[in-house]
């Protein structure tokens, strides 16, 4: 079983004629992922990518039944091409976007609540199924298909922890960004009820970093649930400074909470495994996937 993605994934691209979205798309199709439309309003009726540019998400869905959208479109109107995806009733959309404002990504959150549509972003890297499906911006040098589910917030580490546990002959069953942006789509907790329902995923990483509560809800929810499969945790930022704010996906840590020691307290108290920093993350899931057979 894969997760939100398969082979037979059909992808349309929101803003496709444009230079990053033209090159992602261009390894994309090499991955094999299938690209089956393109939507830049003014473009509709051109080719590009050899696939048709559409007007409009809605038409693109209805002549080749796109049932996903990845959204390269600026920040000023990403909000806009989210809302549009989902008025569309496209299952899956991935928007890679960064710096999309915070009360645009309100307004797309309200457009989610009781629609069909699964969002992963903005400032998301992507989901990979390594070998099947490639939906984003992420390198596929080191990945191997494999059973530890990734789940992370941020795109750099997840390239890393991708190397380790290929590497370590784990390979991975798929990787989800779930975005660094304060508000986004799916989070953590969504992520971990889909992965421990994943025959594929035999163990679980979690990425993290200061700010915001997506750890602490994820503590919840383990901690309610008690899942059979293992999770190991790497949370960054343990020596950043409060009310700062860090690196691109813009979290801090604000009086005391949404700090790493927090974090890390309530995953231990969960049951998760801590990673203490991450050039050990593979080669400790390494031994926990070892310890559990």
Do not use: W
């Not at 037979?8 to 991955?31: P, S, V």
């Not at 990483?205 to 059979?228: D, H, R």
């Amino acid at each position: 079983m894969t997760v939100l993605i398969s082979k037979d994934t059909k992808l349309l691209c929101q803003g496709i004629t444009g230079r990053a979205a033209t090159f992602h798309m261009g390894r994309a199709i090499a991955y094999g992922t299938q690209l089956v439309a393109g939507v830049r309003p003014g473009k509709g009726g051109i080719s590009h990518l050899d696939v048709p540019v559409f007007d409009r998400v809605g038409d693109a869905v209805t002549e080749t039944g796109a049932d996903a959208s990845i959204v390269f479109v600026p920040p000023a109107n990403a909000a806009k091409a989210m809302i549009e995806a989902i008025e569309a009733e496209i299952p899956l959309v991935v928007c890679v976007t960064e710096r999309v404002p915070v009360m645009d990504m309100v307004e797309v959150k309200a457009a989610l609540r009781g629609s069909k549509t699964r969002l992963i972003g903005a400032n998301s890297q992507g989901i990979l199924a390594p070998g099947i499906c490639k939906i984003g911006v992420m390198s596929t040098v080191h990945e191997k298909p494999g059973t530890v589910g990734i789940v992370s917030r941020s795109a750099s580490l997840t390239s890393e922890i991708v190397a380790q546990t290929s590497a370590a002959g784990l390979g991975q069953s798929i990787t989800i960004g779930v975005g660094g942006d304060p508000v986004h789509g799916i989070g953590f907790v969504d992520c971990l009820e889909m992965l421990m329902a994943d025959a594929d995923t035999q163990s679980i990483i979690l990425i993290g970093e200061i700010g915001g509560t997506e750890e602490e809800e994820a503590a919840e929810y383990l901690q309610a649930s008690k899942p059979e499969k293992p999770v190991l945790a790497l949370i960054t930022g343990r020596h950043a400074p409060v009310r700062r704010r860090m690196g691109h996906a813009g979290t801090l840590s604000l009086f005391g909470s949404g700090g790493a020691a927090e974090k890390i307290k309530a995953l231990k108290s969960a049951g998760v495994h801590i990673a203490q920093n991450a050039s050990t993350v593979g080669e400790t899931m390494r031994r926990i996937a070892s310890a559990k057979k």
